[in-house]
């Protein structure tokens, strides 16, 4: 079955500054890669998603990068708020399941 | 569009009880409907699969006659926690696929508490 890893765990960075978030996945087949957003205790949110036909998309602050060669996409965030502070999770999916990596928590200092 | 709720929010229950939690698609009909589990500070870990009208598939190492899932209707999928005990607690969050598309449209969880 399909293996997403995802680094790193934790992530702090400044106001403004941008966070990046990385994955890889191990299923060739894998065709659409989403992003989540979760704050504590609430459901997961979709912030972006990429498929495999496409290597970059972006929405505002943020954008996702697909390496499909690699196998491994990444979530950029520029200019990073406080209320960008959430766990994120990335997901692989060949159809109609999701596998999900293992999380990054992003905080941003005031 | 594509709203999924989730009925209870939170629940405790003592332990060698029962607790069914509901999954509702509100405005479509879901082809597909999955259970995760997520421990604290942990990511979503998929339970099973279910389809409208036939047997769910579970994942690996989940208990099927623990876990008992139902998806009677296009619109609503049930997981029952039988026998709970402490260690079954957790953020349960359900998922509906329509099908027409990828995403997944996710419920808001319950959580549960085992005394």
């Known amino acids: 079955g399909e293996n997403v890893e995802q680094h790193p765990s934790t992530l702090s960075v400044q106001e403004g500054d941008s966070a990046v978030i990385k994955c890889t996945y191990s299923?060739?087949?894998?065709?659409?890669f989403p992003w989540y957003k979760q704050e504590l205790g609430k459901r997961p949110q979709l912030i972006i998603d990429?498929?495999?036909?496409?290597g970059e998309k972006k929405d505002q602050r943020i954008a996702v990068t697909l390496n499909k060669t690699a196998k491994h996409f990444s979530l950029h965030i520029t200019e990073t708020q406080p209320e960008d502070s959430a766990v994120y999770f990335c997901?692989?999916?060949?159809?109609?399941?999701?596998?999900f990596g293992t999380g990054t928590s992003l905080t941003v200092i005031p | 569009g594509a709203v999924v709720s989730q009925h209870p929010s939170r629940v405790i229950c003592k332990s060698g009880t029962s607790v069914k939690i509901e999954c509702r698609s509100l405005?479509?009909?879901?082809?597909?409907m999955f259970w995760y589990r997520q421990f604290p500070k942990q990511s979503l870990m998929l339970m099973a699969t279910?389809?409208?009208?036939?047997?769910?598939?579970?994942e690996q190492g989940v208990e099927k006659d623990k876990f008992l899932i139902n998806h009677a209707s296009l619109t609503l999928s049930t997981l029952t926690v039988t026998s709970a005990h402490p260690e079954d607690s957790s953020f349960y969050i359900c998922?509906?696929?329509?099908?027409?598309?990828?995403?997944?449209?996710f419920g808001p969880g319950t959580r549960l508490t085992v005394t």
């Open positions: 998922s509906a696929w329509r099908g027409a598309s990828p995403e997944q449209y």
């Open positions: 299923d060739s087949a894998s065709n659409y």
């Open positions: 990429i498929r495999s036909n496409v």
């Open positions: 997901a692989a999916s060949t159809g109609n399941q999701f596998y």
């Open positions: 405005d479509f009909q879901a082809t597909t």
């Open positions: 279910s389809n409208e009208g036939s047997k769910a598939t579970y």
